[in-house]
């Protein structure tokens, strides 16, 4: 429940961050200014003594994070692939939390999976093994099948994990709000409206029949991707709060000196990454939102294993190619194009001026084009991209919260793999593909296709519609002009032939 009293829960995420040592650590890897510094300890350090004492064997910020709960390990996830931002020191801490948290029982385990699947795990399995990964969520066991004696991964949510994030959940919100409500200028960035996407998001992670349907639609969508595999789902081993995959053999992306000496070449590893991700945006408009080293191996052959299907991110056509114009904009250096998607998509407010807005975008890539990956400073590039968005105006936008984020992350995750890597050097054949099929006369007579197979369904109901505009017009004291009747089925009709031609015509080509 919403209130007041989620003040406790904010004063104790400071007193713990605090108390554990983690206050330092994180100010320093932002580069936080004297004077929020002085602020942040001055308002923690007297209840320092209220914080979660955590696990001392852990590092600072580890510590803190793993103590308040898995909201915050979620977040330090995500930091956790961008060292460019929050530095080595702290990236390697925050590693631990992809997938090697303390684990629950395997006693327990059992339980959930004897309740979820309504069988004894003898009769299931053969071999059921402690937890070989834990994460915020959830924690994996390698289990061998006892009908066939292939090896699978179990997924087992962790026990109460659905109270605790509804906790943390409940305070971000009063958080979102108060910030709203002190900061006038914050709300173009929509804090509340972004909590309760993040809620949408983990809300289905909780639930593991969303989880096995997701991995099933991403099997089917890149089954023909070269290099990339995403193991087979069993139905019957799944449920709300237990699932199970093929078990996938591989190295995890975060072990480099692994991949090194298995012979794997980390710079081609990079770009596969990114063109994948770019490929599944752009492509199928269904990706990977979680796409940290924690849930990527590496296989024998070289292919890139996915796993944890928990988080994925869905976007619209249009948003598609909105996107793949805004990339390709920038990787031709063209900057007035670029203003104008901005602007025809809504992004930024139809008052400014697009000429000034083409000048920043400028100022953005011009820095940044033909440098590889360890020549940019993303923390900086990130501070003045926020700055941009400010004296533009620009809000918020939910949708994109995850793509946005996505590209965070594997961005991230490529860096790691070949520091060298130029990221739009990498991106322009997926993006430049995507534009010759999706953009242009050919994209647009597909586009009226469609168009006439939607107005085709309607054929059969056009003399009832026009029937029933007669019939109310007729019913209507003030009359209007004969025109105004058939006005909307006149225009169904004339649509129904233009694009029914138009559907003609893209069969020629």
């Not at 983690?22 to 890897?29: I, P, Q």
Request: aromatic fraction near 8%; charge should be neutral; hydrophobic fraction near 45%.
């Amino acid at each position: 429940m919403r209130g007041p009293h989620n003040i406790w829960r904010l004063v104790r995420t400071g007193a713990t961050l605090e108390r554990t040592g983690a206050m330092r650590v994180v100010l320093d890897a932002f580069h936080a200014p004297p004077t929020i510094r002085i602020i942040a300890r001055s308002l923690a350090w007297p209840f320092q003594w209220l914080g979660l004492r955590g696990d001392p064997s852990l590092p600072p910020a580890t510590r803190a994070l793993t103590a308040l709960g898995p909201a915050y390990i979620k977040f330090g996830q995500i930091m956790s692939t961008r060292p460019d931002v929050v530095g080595d020191e702290l990236a390697m801490q925050l590693r631990v939390l992809q997938d090697k948290l303390p684990p629950f029982s395997a006693e327990e385990a059992k339980k959930t999976v004897e309740t979820e699947l309504e069988r004894p795990v003898e009769e299931l399995f053969s071999h059921f093994s402690d937890a070989v990964a834990a994460a915020s969520i959830a924690q994996v066991h390698r289990a061998r099948l006892a009908e066939d004696g292939r090896d699978v991964a179990v997924k087992v949510l962790r026990p109460r994990i659905e109270k605790a994030f509804k906790k943390d959940v409940d305070a971000f919100y009063f958080a979102a709000d108060a910030i709203e409500l002190l900061s006038p200028a914050s709300r173009r960035l929509r804090p509340h409206d972004v909590i309760e996407h993040f809620e949408g998001v983990v809300a289905g992670e909780l639930d593991l029949r969303m989880e096995t349907a997701a991995a099933a639609e991403f099997a089917a969508n890149t089954e023909t991707d070269p290099g990339f595999q995403v193991p087979k789902v069993e139905w019957a081993l799944s449920g709300r709060r237990a699932m199970a995959l093929d078990w996938a053999e591989g190295i995890p992306a975060h072990e480099l000196a692994a991949i090194d000496a298995a012979g794997h070449d980390r710079r081609l590893l990079g770009e596969r990454v990114l063109q994948l991700f770019l490929s599944h945006a752009l492509r199928d408009g269904y990706f990977h939102a979680d796409m940290h080293q924690g849930n990527l191996k590496v296989a024998a052959n070289g292919d890139i294993i996915a796993l944890d299907f928990g988080i994925m991110g869905r976007i619209d056509e249009y948003t598609r190619r909105v996107y793949a114009e805004i990339l390709f904009g920038f990787i031709r250096k063209d900057y007035r194009r670029v203003a104008e998607v901005h602007f025809e998509a809504g992004y930024v407010p139809a008052d400014r001026d697009i000429d000034e807005f083409a000048r920043a975008l400028r100022s953005v890539g011009e820095p940044i084009f033909g440098l590889n990956a360890s020549q940019v400073s993303m923390g900086r590039l990130l501070s003045y991209l926020f700055e941009v968005t400010e004296r533009f105006g620009m809000e918020t936008r939910t949708e994109l919260i995850l793509l946005q984020r996505t590209m965070v992350v594997v961005e991230g995750v490529a860096r790691s793999l070949n520091p060298q890597i130029n990221i739009w050097q990498v991106a322009r054949p997926i993006v430049e593909q995507y534009i010759k099929e999706n953009i242009g006369p050919r994209a647009l007579l597909g586009d009226l296709a469609k168009t006439a197979r939607v107005v085709a369904r309607f054929g059969p109901k056009l003399p009832q519609l026009a029937e029933a505009a007669l019939i109310r017009q007729s019913e209507d004291p003030p009359k209007p002009r004969p025109a105004g009747v058939l006005r909307p089925v006149l225009w169904m009709c004339a649509g129904a032939s233009l694009t029914v031609a138009a559907g003609w015509m893209a069969g020629l080509f």
